[in-house]
């Protein structure tokens, strides 16, 4: 399926599909559908009967393979790629391990046997490598040698929400297809045709990407909660509102959307974020519609320790994902933010 916001480009590009260049780089913020354009155009390539800028038939023996996830032509590189059977051995041992956040230089060098023989199907070979910054230096130039060397009908497609990240030495032998947000009609029309209540809210919220806004949905009750919350503090306190977030961290359910700890330093940060710009201009890019709240908190605060407890959030979302105790992070976090948010008074 191919997103409205995302149809000339997709035209462009098979249109001529003959003309491709070896390598892609899909560069954009998160949350607009860079990975559903990648499949897409992947098994477009793949597909025996789609012709021009039709989308993949979804039928034919390749299509049925693509979605099956064992076409024989396509590879997925992603972090935690290979992590397959380690996990079984820990399991059998009963012990987690926590899923890595990089590409591994084995998964890139496992290209070799797959790049060095003809394709199955006689058609293009893809390989998708997402996100391309989850490659370190030496994963890095070790896919370079394969980008040096293209086979003939092979297509890479990296994706980066962070193209700065990149070595510049792959940026180089890539072709870079900025897919850059959707226009706000484009993007709520999207979030209205999928049912999405509060679309209006939460695309502000996810900073223009639908994508994102869609993901949020099913936090909408704990987002409002967590601005009561934030209109509470000063008589709360950091420690309770910690007990309630925390008892969200626990809440969640497989399948559903996932309230962790990163969310919340997010959730954070785009607050204190617009109440900067609340300072700054008067105008707010998260919160449009709590622009009145966004005012009065910004009137109790001053600007410059804001600008410190925005830092502060840098920091301790970095670290969000390490197996800190959720209690004493969210105090930490609160506590900052309640000596940031009254000190202008
Ligand atoms: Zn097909």
Redesign the pocket.
């Known amino acids: 399926m191919i997103y409205p916001w995302h149809a000339e480009i997709w035209n462009k590009l098979t249109e001529q599909i003959g003309r491709l260049p070896h390598a892609l780089l899909l560069a954009g913020p998160e949350g607009g559908g860079k990975q559903q354009f990648a499949l897409s155009l992947a098994a477009r390539l793949l597909?025996?009967?789609?012709a021009g800028s039709e989308e993949?038939?979804?039928?034919?023996p390749?299509?049925i393979w693509f979605s099956g996830g064992n076409h024989p032509d396509f590879r997925l590189i992603e972090p935690g790629g290979d992590e397959q059977e380690d996990a079984d051995v820990d399991s059998a041992q009963g012990t987690q391990k926590k899923k890595s956040e990089q590409i591994r230089i084995n998964q890139i060098r496992a290209l070799d046997g797959f790049l060095g023989i003809g394709t199955h199907r006689h058609g293009f070979r893809v390989i998708v490598i997402r996100p391309a910054e989850a490659m370190n230096h030496a994963t890095a130039n070790s896919l370079l040698k394969a980008l040096e060397e293209p086979s003939s009908s092979t297509l890479f497609i990296l994706i980066t929400n962070s193209r700065r990240r990149l070595l510049p030495t792959i940026l180089s032998r890539c072709q870079t297809l900025s897919l850059s947000k959707p226009s706000t009609d484009e993007a709520l029309a999207w979030l209205r045709e999928n049912g999405t209540p509060h679309a209006e809210e939460l695309l502000a919220h996810a900073g223009g990407m639908p994508l994102a806004a869609l993901g949020e949905a099913g936090d909408w009750d704990r987002l409002n909660g967590f601005y009561r919350d934030l209109a509470q503090l000063e008589h709360a306190g950091p420690v309770a509102i910690a007990g309630r977030w925390e008892s969200w961290l626990k809440e969640n359910k497989e399948g559903e959307s996932a309230v962790d700890k990163r969310k919340l330093v997010i959730w954070m940060q785009k607050w204190v974020f617009d109440l900067i710009m609340m300072k700054q201009s008067g105008a707010t890019l998260f919160h449009a519609h709590k622009s009145l709240e966004v005012r009065a908190a910004s009137s109790r605060a001053s600007i410059s320790t804001l600008i410190d407890c925005y830092n502060d959030l840098t920091r301790i979302r970095a670290v969000a994902q390490h197996p800190l105790n959720p209690r004493l992070f969210l105090e930490d976090m609160l506590s900052r933010y309640a000596r940031a948010a009254l000190s202008g008074r």
């Open positions: 597909c025996e009967k789609a993949a038939c979804g039928k034919c390749s299509c």
